[in-house]
C-alpha cells in the first residue's frame, strides 16, 4: 500500500499528506476529514481502509496512528453547512480544512476519491484510495473513530435517536426515531429522513 507514497517521494515529495472523510452518507451530525502525514516505513500493521476494519482494531490504529504521524489535521462541518452548500461542498471544505491544520504543510496530496479541495497544493484524486494508500487508510481511520466518538457523544444530548449505535446513519432504528421524533437540530434536513411510505 505504498506505491504512492513512493512514487511521491521519487519525485522528490517529502510531506505526502493522505486525505479521507467519514459521515458523508449520514443522515445527522458532521462530515470529518482527516489528513494525515506519515513517515516512510512508518510500520503500522493493519493499516486498512477503516470500513474493513473492526471498531477495536480502529481504536488501536488510532492510537498507534497519531503517536507515528509527523502531523494530523482534522477537518469538521456541521449539518447546518452540509444543508447549505450540499454534501459534496462540505467534504470539500473539511478536507481543506484538515490539510490547513497540518504542521509542516505537505508538499504532495493523496485524497481518497474523485474530487480535489480547492488548495494550492500538488496532489492526485485517487479510487478506493483507501484501501491503496497507507496514508490515505490512516486519514481513514482517523477521520471515521473521530467522527464516531462524536456521535456517542451526542447520544446523551440527543438520546431518542440511538447515535451511538448507528452514528447517524440510514439505519432503520434511526429513521423509525426521526419518524416518532421528528429531526433533531443536528439532522440533515436536505436529506432524504424517511423512506417513502
Known amino acids: 500500500m505504498d506505491v504512492f507514497e513512493r512514487a511521491c517521494q521519487r519525485s522528490g515529495y517529502k510531506q505526502i499528506a493522505g486525505i479521507d472523510e467519514a459521515g458523508r452518507g449520514a443522515l445527522a451530525g458532521p462530515v470529518i476529514a482527516a489528513a494525515v502525514i506519515l513517515p516512510i516505513n512508518c510500520g503500522i500493521e493493519g493499516l486498512n481502509d477503516s470500513k474493513q476494519l473492526t471498531p477495536k482494531q480502529r481504536d488501536r490504529l488510532h492510537d498507534e496512528i497519531y503517536r507515528v504521524a509527523v502531523s494530523v489535521g482534522i477537518g469538521s462541518v456541521d449539518n447546518r453547512v452540509v444543508d447549505s452548500v450540499n454534501v459534496l461542498e462540505a467534504t470539500l471544505l473539511a478536507m481543506r480544512q484538515a490539510i490547513e491544520k497540518l504542521t509542516p504543510q505537505p508538499d504532495y496530496l493523496l485524497i481518497d476519491g474523485i474530487n480535489f479541495p480547492a488548495i494550492d497544493i ?31 457523544a451526542l447520544d446523551s444530548t440527543y438520546p431518542d435517536y440511538g447515535f451511538s449505535r448507528h452514528k447517524g446513519y440510514p439505519t432503520s432504528q434511526h429513521r423509525r426515531a426521526i419518524a416518532q421524533f421528528g429531526a433533531s437540530d443536528i439532522h440533515r434536513h436536505t436529506f432524504k429522513l424517511l423512506p417513502d411510505a
Open 122 to 152: 500538488q496532489g492526485e484524486a485517487i479510487k478506493k484510495g483507501d484501501s491503496r494508500s497507507y496514508s490515505i487508510a490512516a486519514a481513514s481511520i482517523i477521520a471515521k473513530t473521530t467522527r464516531d466518538r462524536r456521535m456517542v
